[in-house]
């Protein structure tokens, strides 16, 4: 019997191929998108879940206070978000670990980690690696599978090393590494470590990543740090003991904070204003598993719990009204088969049988596309990933909660749209039934409430995506004070030493007389990759922050920024190095300086610095950030050239970056030439907008898909409770565009609705993400009507495209077909 069900259900969606496929291929695209969301959003709540002890493992932040009673935030999922109160870093002093592991017996171990980008050579093989230095306890604490070596002990000496298995084939192909030597270049100092063990490379739902691990020791200056409380260099991560209370724990860690950081509470009561008995500083802990949410501390590729809630409340709606679509259109479907069913009961079928027949071909339909969801979930996913850069896989086997929740869907969907044609149909006359009447009447009504939320969705997510594409288009066409094109930015790989400025001036020196190089400059940190900070102090005594560069002579004239007044660094005046600086106008204006060229500034303890040039402000931070105070100087003992900007002629890319190329490995052949474009890192500031932008993207081509699909079913049913109506109408001489109209009519009414609601909607949701930019479009005056504009042209331009195709067939029926039994 069900082979028979399942043969006529085949025949059938031959016969209605259009409708069939439509139904069958919009479920299925609905079921994809809701398995890539589901993928994403599960992967965003796995982070450092795979951890044996992740339960009892932390990672502690210090927490300063800017103003009395100031107080954290929490989201809807009970993560903390950032709020100007407050400040949280989770970088924290070296010595602190073995402290709290020597003061409390709750900290079963701790592991302090830090990274640097280290330069390996092996051979002739020269690579720069990403290497996380931790201690010894490091994989005992987390549990990163040591693929070969005794993880206790493949950190306990300062020379060991252990390497992921791709970097182990890049360095000794297919031998056995162990125990073999590897040479890593720290600043001008080489030195040779034995790689100790194998393990395995963390899983990109991991806050931890490394490529090589090694002993903390060898960070720089150990030594020197661990006497230190007041360097913040360091992240660290306790292991507690089970049973120990987290809010108990923070309790004792305020006693012990008073008396080892009693330096930090004077430096911030001293800049804000506060008092010791306003709690101005303290440790907190967050455990391992709520890192990758916590949006209160600066923390590498953090998520973003209000986007997730928001893409989670998109695809259960779009999964939804895709259900619903099926069904509409199932029962659009339904509706011609009335003498099908007087067929089969004249041949002796019984209510239970007829009714059996719909509710199988409905499962079998709906199986049909969860099966195609899922393979066009396979064949978009690389796309997806690519869009959200996360490392998604499907695996129905170890995820089954997919197959389940696929099930249930599947169970109610195929109840629904095969029941009430079911139960209709199997109570019919056979007589009526053959006479091509129906006993049922198609009720639109849910499906107008449908349609109303589906291109109410679709107009919200038009109108969101044309304003995020503006101002992320907004964004690449802003002045930021500097020209970012046509820039390489090269990593000297020399550590806090001098070598990066001999390194600098001998390739510039290499470079003087090639004519697709137009200068060569140097500065401790380029755009998007690290600062320094400082305070000063205004004339009326406030105590203020600016961010701080080491730059070179030639930095201006690379980057085209401007002067506003004063001038530049220059050689011709030794003094410059040691009290010259260079201020933005932001810094002039938070001084309220009214002739800042001569004036000093308050810098460091008992030390002034003198400002002999005011820039143009420039954008050294991202969009999202307002313009900040910003002071450059040329002091060798201040700062370190790390970043070192070449700016080639314009049209000479390919030439330009062979020139650069062939000195580098002239002046500096042990180190490798890695480079990226200034205008790539100015666009990393901007990633995470941008996924989620592709995300909206995604996600309306979706809605607008299944909402198409929903008012062809809309239309179709109106279609069918009209036919004799339409008939009528054509016998007393109505045109086709008569019957059109009569049928578009109700769609127009439709999604002018959904398009007043979506538009004030949109515009809502949308001023508050731009709030997250201190320079964006505004939203107000014409450009919001233009935007809303083309949304309201897009979406009728969609609706009547969708209803015209169905309308027109209406309106060219025979109406000798729906009058013949009258």
């Known amino acids: ?141 987390f549990s990163f599978p040591v693929l070969d070596g ?45 790689v100790s063990g194998i393990a395995a490379a963390p899983p990109s739902n991991s806050s931890l990543q490394f490529s090589a691990v090694m002993p903390i020791e060898n960070k720089t200056n150990y030594d020197q740090n661990m006497e230190r409380w007041g360097s913040f260099n360091t992240t660290l991560f306790l292991e507690l003991a089970d049973g120990t209370s987290p809010a108990a724990f923070e309790s004792k860690l305020k006693d012990f904070s008073r008396d080892r950081f009693q330096g930090t509470v004077d430096w911030i009561t001293s800049r804000t204003g506060l008092t010791a008995a306003d709690d101005p500083f303290s440790i907190t802990l967050t455990p391992l598993t709520g890192i990758h949410l916590d949006a ?36 659009t479907s339904a509706s011609g088969r009335v003498q099908e069913v007087g067929v089969r009961k004249v041949l002796g079928s019984s209510r239970t049988q007829v009714a059996r027949q719909f509710w199988a071909e409905a499962q079998f339909l709906v199986l049909v596309s969860i099966l195609i ?112 094109e046509q820039v390489l930015v090269l990593e000297t790989n020399t550590g806090w030493t001098d070598e990066g400025e001999r390194l600098k001036d001998q390739l510039r020196n290499e470079l003087a007389a090639n004519n697709e190089v137009l200068s060569v ?70 001084m309220n300086l009214e002739s800042p060229i001569g004036a000093k500034v308050p810098w460091r303890k008992d030390h002034n610095q003198t400002i002999i040039g005011v820039m143009k402000d420039y954008y050294f931070m991202s969009l999202d950030s307002k313009m900040m105070p910003v002071v450059l100087h040329i002091n060798p003992e201040e700062g370190k050239i790390v970043h070192i900007l070449v700016k080639l002629a314009p049209g000479q890319l390919p030439e330009g970056m062979q020139a650069v190329e062939k000195a580098w490995k002239k002046v500096a052949p042990e180190k490798p030439f890695e480079y990226t474009f200034l205008d790539e890192d100015v666009a990393g500031q901007y990633e995470s907008y941008t996924r989620w932008m592709n995300i909206v993207g995604i996600s309306t081509i979706f809605a607008i898909f299944i909402a198409c699909l929903g008012l062809f079913g809309l239309a179709g049913i109106m279609a069918v409770n009209k036919t004799k109506e339409i008939g009528i109408r054509k016998v007393l001489g109505a045109t086709v565009a008569n019957v059109v109209g009569l049928l578009s009519k109700e769609f127009v009414l439709i999604v002018s609705i959904a398009m007043v609601i979506a538009t004030p909607a949109a515009w809502y949701a949308m001023d508050k993400w731009l709030g997250n930019f201190a320079n964006h479009i505004d939203l107000g005056g014409w450009g919001f009507a233009r935007i809303a504009l083309t949304a309201v042209a897009a979406a009728a331009l969609i609706a009547g495209l969708t209803v015209g195709a169905q309308s027109v067939k209406a309106a060219l029926g025979n109406p000798v077909d729906s009058l013949r039994d009258e």
Not at 80 to 89: A, E, H, I, L, N
């Open 521 to 590: 400059s140097g500065t401790t940190s380029s755009f998007n990759r690290g600062w320094d900070i400082n305070g000063y102090e205004t004339p009326d005594g406030e105590n203020k922050m600016t961010f701080v560069y080491r730059i070179d002579y030639d930095y201006l004239k690379t980057l085209g920024i401007e002067l506003a007044d004063g001038r530049n660094f220059s050689p011709d005046n030794p003094s410059d190095i040691t009290e010259g600086i260079l201020v933005n106008e932001a810094l002039v204006k938070d």
């Open 1 to 141: 019997m069900l082979k028979n069900y399942i043969k006529i259900a085949m025949r059938n969606f031959m016969r209605h191929k259009l409708y069939s496929f439509i139904n069958v291929f919009g479920l299925a695209a609905g079921l994809a998108f809701i398995i890539l969301i589901y993928l994403f959003i599960r992967h965003e709540f796995s982070y450092d879940r795979f951890h044996e002890n992740a339960a009892n493992i932390y990672r502690l932040n210090e927490r300063e206070l800017r103003k009395a009673g100031g107080q954290e935030e929490k989201d809807l999922l009970g993560y903390y978000k950032t709020t100007g109160d407050v400040f949280k870093s989770a970088y924290l002093p070296l010595p602190l670990g073995p402290a709290l592991k020597e003061a409390f017996p709750e900290v079963q171990q701790y592991c302090r980690r830090d990274y640097s980008d280290l330069v390996f050579m092996q051979d002739n093989k020269v690579f720069k690696e990403k290497v996380m230095l931790t201690d010894a306890g490091f994989f005992q604490v």
């Open 296 to 331: 209160s501390v600066d923390w590498p590729d953090t998520g973003n719990t209000r986007n997730i809630l928001i893409l989670s409340g998109i695809a259960l709606l779009i999964l939804v009204i895709a259900c619903l679509n099926y069904i509409a259109l199932a029962l």
């Open 373 to 484: 969801g899922i393979l066009l979930t396979r064949l978009f996913l690389p796309v997806f990933n690519g869009f959200v850069k996360r490392e998604l896989v499907l695996n129905l086997l170890q995820q089954p909660g997919i197959l389940i929740a696929l099930a249930v869907i599947a169970l109610l969907t195929g109840l629904v749209a095969g029941g009430y044609p079911a139960a209709v149909f199997s109570r019919s006359k056979p007589v009526t039934a053959l006479k091509g009447h129906s006993t049922w009447r198609l009720r639109p009504n849910f499906m107008r409430g449908t349609v109303l939320t589906q291109f109410t969705l679709s107009g919200f997510l038009i109108i969101s995506s044309l304003i995020m594409y503006r101002q992320m288009q907004f964004i690449n066409q802003q002045d930021l004070g500097y020209n970012k």
């Open 150 to 194: 005794d993880p206790e002990t493949v950190l306990n000496e300062k020379n060991k090393i252990v390497l992921t298995p791709e970097i182990a084939r890049k360095y000794f192909g297919r031998t056995n590494p162990i125990g073999k030597s590897l040479t890593v270049v720290f600043g001008n100092e080489e030195k040779l470590f034995t």
